[in-house]
């Protein structure tokens, strides 16, 4: 299958896309969470409301603006304007803003008394306190990623920068007598959700444990 269907080149492909996701949520959605729930500045209230106004949104209202924006920036056909999309997730932030809400007020004031930057506090009293809502982020930004079909197939035009959903679909074609061949390539995407779920799910059932009660 390998020889025939560049296959491991689009679980690599598929792994950097993953990668530059979850990354961007585990940085972005903590630092806007975070400052949305200890931060008071100006328009935050509004800001917050924007961020609820996108959830009502089906993602098939934005995809053509998207389009136009990642062409604009000169990153369709690459795996960089697949990944750009869905780089800090409005739900994540929202996820990570109710995590950090429910860490008492009493110790970042202390910390503020203590003379504590805005950085000290979220590195010292608000990481070590959501480390399972941030594991949750992770696991669904990977799982989010990982298995999105419509937008790369809408950017990506060469072959060789096919994520492993749309070349499935293409194995799919090409091999539809062989189902035995289906079944290695969809065995092959579904291992990594397998192993990222079986390393974080300590932190994540932590993390809806917090969320239920907190809820």
Known sequence: ????????????????VAAIVVAGNAVGATIAGFALAKLRFRGAKLLLGLFLATLVLPGEVTIVSQYVTVRS???????????????????????????????????DEAAIIDGATAWQRL????????????????????????????????????PANYTLTVGLQYLNGTFIANPRLIAAGTMISFLPIVIVFAALQRFF???VEEGAIKG
């Open 205 to 207: 059932f932590r993390g």
């Open 73 to 107: 920036l000169g990153l369709a056909d690459t795996l960089l304007g697949v990944a750009l999309p869905g780089a800090i997730g409005m739900l994540n932030v929202l996820l990570m803003r109710t995590a950090f809400q429910a860490i008492p007020r009493e110790m």
């Open 123 to 158: 590195r010292h009293i608000g990481l070590p306190n959501v480390r399972g809502m941030l594991s949750v982020v992770t696991i669904f930004a990977f799982i989010g990623a990982w298995d999105d079909f419509l937008w790369p197939l809408i950017v990506l035009t060469d």
């Open 1 to 16: 299958m390998a020889e025939t269907v560049p296959v491991w080149s689009y679980a690599a492909n598929s792994l950097v």
